[in-house]
Nanobody, 114 residues
Framework: QVQLVESGGGLVQAGGSLRLSCSAS????????AGWYRQAPGKQREFVAT???????SYADSVQGRFAISRDNTKNIVYLQMNSLKPDDTAVYYC????????WGQGTQVTVSS
């Protein structure tokens, strides 16, 4: 069983930055993928970025060049550095960790004001 706790959300003006963190507790080993997804009001949850345990990353086109995902494998923490934030980035951001199962965090609100 893996439990995920996110932090770092908040209110920021357009053009600002935030860093999200997701701490994973529990036991897992081997290849795993950590990622961030988001859900804006009235919209479906969408992919933002992922990073494998080996460090390979993938980004949605909408955040490429503005967001950076990273992880600390010694502490089982994944980060999402968000720069040049836009009002369209406003959403609840969810951490997802995939091992032999998929685990989701509770979400953290990010609000970008214009």
């Amino acid at each position: 069983q893996v439990q995920l706790v996110e932090s770092g959300g908040g209110l920021v003006q357009a053009g600002g930055s935030l860093r999200l963190s997701c701490s994973a507790s529990g036991s897992f080993s081997g290849i795993n993928v950590a990622g961030w997804y988001r859900q804006a009001p009235g919209k479906q949850r969408e992919f933002v970025a992922t990073i494998t345990s080996g460090g390979s990353t993938s980004y949605a086109d909408s955040v490429q060049g503005r967001f950076a995902i990273s992880r600390d494998n010694t502490k089982n923490i994944v980060y999402l550095q968000m720069n040049s934030l836009k009002p369209d980035d406003t959403a609840v951001y969810y951490c997802r960790w995939t091992t032999s199962r998929i685990y989701w965090g509770q979400g953290t609100q990010v609000t970008v004001s214009s």
